[in-house]
T-cell receptor
Framework: AQKITQTQPGMFVQEKEAVTLDCTYD???????LFWYKQPSSGEMIFLIY??????QNATEGRYSLNFQKARKSANLVISASQLGDSAMYFC?????????????FGAGTTVTVRA | DAGVIQSPRHEVTEMGQEVTLRCKPI?????LFWYRQTMMRGLELLIY????????DSGMPEDRFSAKMPNASFSTLKIQPSEPRDSAVYFC????????????????FGPGTRLTVL
């Protein structure tokens, strides 16, 4: 079974608007971590934001916020005030508890294209 | 601070040749990971090290693949002999600490090596 599901293969967003990228996960562990990475066309993987399973507050990093709904097992990324430089592939990833606590499971990714 | 450094950035080789990919993790990080990214399979973990010791190599596809970490600041991934199906982007990533110790253990990725085997 897929541990991370990203159902949106591609999205278009107008510059300066907000966009939400969906991510659902599957784990029976109580302790886990959720990550979002950005991969621009140049290919590097850039860490954006982290949410721990025990964190009560939704994580925020600048224009990025993570909408964490534990009961629904979702960890959606919200990008506010989109910029042209936000055009990239975005990956949701999960790190579970032992014995797999160092492995990241990645989703298939969502391509975001920001239009001027 | 310098991030994870990988070399070469691009490698084109012919089938049957040996390929060596190199990685320098972020200073102070005690975990190092090798990933492979393809269109068909996405991002796959190949192997990871803790304090220079290989912990889990279950993702290494075949015996043609080997990885070493002779010291805390250097790791190699070798493919011998290379095959066209090995064509992919290979990422190295590093992190510090573990979640069990209370760290977020975020993995920071290098720029990747794009390998093409003809």
């Amino acid at each position: 079974a897929q541990k991370i599901t990203q159902t949106q293969p591609g999205m278009f967003v107008q510059e300066k608007e907000a966009v939400t990228l969906d991510c659902t996960y599957d784990t029976s562990d109580q302790s886990y971590g959720l990550f979002w990475y950005k991969q621009p066309s140049s290919g590097e993987m850039i860490f954006l934001i982290y949410q721990g399973s025990y964190d009560e507050q939704n994580a925020t990093e600048g224009r990025y916020s993570l909408n964490f709904q534990k009961a629904r097992k979702s960890a959606n990324l919200v990008i506010s005030a989109s910029q042209l430089g936000d055009s990239a592939m975005y990956f949701c990833a999960m790190r579970e508890g032992p014995p797999n606590d160092y492995k990241l499971s990645f989703g298939a990714g969502t391509t975001v294209t920001v239009r001027a | 601070d310098a991030g994870v450094i990988q070399s070469p950035r691009h490698e084109v080789t012919e089938m049957g040749q040996e390929v060596t990919l190199r990685c320098k993790p972020i200073s102070g990080h005690d975990y190092l990971f090798w990933y492979r990214q393809t269109m068909m399979r996405g991002l796959e973990l190949l192997i990871y090290f803790n304090n220079n010791v290989p912990i889990d190599d279950s993702g290494m596809p075949e015996d043609r693949f080997s990885a070493k970490m002779p010291n805390a600041s250097f790791s190699t991934l070798k493919i011998q002999p290379s095959e066209p199906r090995d064509s992919a982007v290979y990422f190295c990533a590093s992190s510090f600490g573990s979640a069990l110790q209370g760290y977020t253990d975020t993995q920071y990725f290098g720029p990747g090596t794009r390998l093409t085997v003809l």
